[in-house]
């Protein structure tokens, strides 16, 4: 695998030509292509990379809260979705692995790690949440998809609780056309009504997106139960989770227009969220305790 690694970002490239490009800034993957060079994430036109606010798009790493926790005492003074995706991660290393399927040999699989601990972190950050943590963020890039993982570690004395989620932007070539399975009996949080209710999913059908979409699915399956995307009859995108409970499902729809940095307005259209996470409840971490959880995407075009 070639690496190129610049003050800004690290991108990594397959000998099949896969591809994938990770800003320092939150750790937040931006580009991921297949072997063609068809682009499977959406970013906005409008997307800040310098650092200076979180990445419109990509797979922004939410944590240590998803939205905002103001009944939280621990959190309720963080930024919504948590400091992880607007800090400056460091690059800790790559490791290559090579399957012996391979049939014009080179490597199969690159994997990518990212450190985050509180000397990264702004003073304002660590004032607000002033835990010995470490986070290790791991990109794998392989021939059929892309893995993204993250390690929680509590090095500090006392014990905290965190959530975690990848807030992952899948480009679609028209939402209207999308059905998203997997969810079937799942019980679910739907966050656009108030009071903000639960819900069950029904036994059967996919579910589409016709609206404005902000549901917090825990499914019924459990942390591993595979979510597909799938246009008409075409599937997409597989997105199995590890250990993350929950998957949340986004589209703003037309509020697109209230994020100055959602470009074009109508670029709702290409994209759907499809966010693995661990946001209902707290994921406890006692001193020296740590915890895993991933997500596993497959493009399956
Ligand atoms: O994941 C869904 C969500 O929590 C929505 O409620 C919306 O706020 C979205 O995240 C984007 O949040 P952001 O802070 O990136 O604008």
């Not at 002033?130 to 392989?142: A, D, H, K, R």
């Amino acid at each position: 695998a070639q690496v190129s690694i610049t003050d800004s970002q690290v991108s990594a490239t397959l000998p099949s030509r896969e591809s994938v490009e990770i800003l320092l800034h939150g750790a937040t993957v931006i580009s991921w292509k297949d072997a063609s060079g068809a682009e499977k994430l959406w970013l906005s036109e409008g997307a800040v990379l310098d650092g200076s606010k979180p990445v419109r798009g990509g797979i922004p790493v939410v944590f240590p809260v998803f939205g905002t926790a103001p009944d939280h005492a621990a959190t309720a003074k963080l930024p919504q979705h948590g400091f992880a995706r607007s800090s400056r991660w460091e690059f800790l290393g790559k490791s290559t692995s090579e399957s012996s399927g391979t049939k014009d040999g080179g490597d199969s699989s690159v994997k990518l790690d990212f450190g985050l601990s509180p000397n990264n972190l702004s003073e304002e950050a660590k004032k607000a949440w002033p835990y010995e943590f470490g986070l290790i963020f791991s990109v794998t890039l392989g021939r059929e998809g892309l893995t993204t993982s993250i390690v929680v570690q509590n090095v500090g004395e006392s014990v905290w609780e965190f959530q975690t989620l990848m807030h992952t932007y899948l480009k679609v070539k028209d939402i209207s056309s999308i059905l998203v399975s997997g969810l079937e009996s799942a019980s679910y949080v739907d966050k656009l009504t108030s009071p903000i209710s639960t819900n069950m999913s029904p036994s059967s059908g996919n579910l589409t997106i016709t609206a404005k979409t902000d549901r917090v699915y825990t499914p019924a399956g459990g942390p591993s139960d595979p979510v597909t995307v799938s246009d008409g009859r075409k599937k997409l995108y597989t997105v199995a989770r590890d250990n993350l409970n929950e998957v949340v499902i986004w589209n703003p729809w037309t509020d697109a227009k209230t994020m100055g940095d959602f470009k074009p307005v109508d670029g709702y259209k290409q994209m759907i969220c499809i966010e693995p996470g661990t946001v209902r409840g707290w994921q406890k971490l006692e001193a020296g305790e740590s915890w895993e959880g991933g997500q596993i995407i497959t493009a399956h075009y």
